[in-house]
């Protein structure tokens, strides 16, 4: 199917153990982007990539690590699950930078015990 | 100072009725913004973008930049149950920042 998708959607890890979230998307759009969102907060930027091998941190990149050889796939892996990284991660792609819209993964809800 | 504060919620409205949205950002280099609206448990979805200062309408819903004093506004006329979301401002300088968003409730 085209679009952006996600997988696993859901996902319950233990402390320690390493995890990865996939991103797929049909569009062949340059940009891609991962997401946290937290209860009562907005989207923070984790990582982003303008295109395959090309990745920058964005505002909480810490204890994530990501990656992109092909355009259309981006995943992150948390290399030693904490608590704190329990959170709904969503990923998003774009055709371009700043001045376009960025369309959004249905989302990955992860719980980290 | 967050980069990206939205009116504190929960917004409640009845039905009929305006909803007016507010964001302020921080970052004066900033060269577009945009609108997403978040229903409970799915992803973002983009409402409206606007990049000139003035007014953008289009249908229900208009979006109000006022790069002067850092100011974006959402608006939305004759408000529908279907609108009940959180709505998420996002402001773009390179890379998106988004607000914490506001809760929208219309009542019947």
């Known amino acids: 199917d085209a679009g952006i998708t996600q997988s696993p959607r859901y996902k319950i890890t233990e402390t320690g153990r390493q995890v990865t979230l996939m991103c797929h998307q049909t569009?062949?759009?340059?940009?891609m982007f991962w997401y946290r969102q937290d209860l009562g907060h907005g989207l923070r930027l984790i990582y982003y990539?303008?295109?395959?091998?090309?990745?920058d941190k964005g505002e909480v990149p810490d204890g994530y690590v990501v990656s992109r050889s092909k355009t259309e796939n981006f995943p992150l892996t948390l290399e030693s699950a904490t608590r704190s990284q329990t959170s709904v991660y969503f990923c998003?792609?774009?055709?371009?930078?700043?001045?376009?819209?960025?369309?959004f993964g249905p989302g990955t809800r992860l719980t980290v015990t | 100072q967050k980069e990206v504060e939205q009116n504190s919620g929960p917004l409640s409205v009845p039905e009929g009725a305006i909803a007016s949205l507010n964001c302020t950002y921080s970052?004066?280099?900033?060269?577009?913004f945009f609108w997403y609206r978040q229903y409970s448990g799915k992803s973002p979805e983009l409402i409206m973008f606007?990049?000139?200062?003035g007014d953008k309408e289009d249908g229900r819903f208009t979006a109000q930049l006022n790069k002067a004093s850092q100011y974006v506004s959402l608006l939305i006329r004759d408000s529908q149950p279907s609108d009940s979301a959180t709505y998420l401002c996002?402001?773009?300088?390179?890379?998106?920042?988004f607000g914490d968003g506001t809760t929208l409730t219309v009542k019947p």
């Open positions: 998003a792609s774009s055709e371009g930078g700043a001045r376009y819209e960025q369309y």
């Open positions: 569009w062949s759009h340059s940009y």
């Open positions: 990539s303008a295109a395959a091998d090309i990745t």
């Open positions: 970052d004066r280099g900033s060269q577009s």
């Open positions: 606007i990049y000139s200062n």
């Open positions: 996002a402001v773009n300088a390179g890379k998106s920042t």
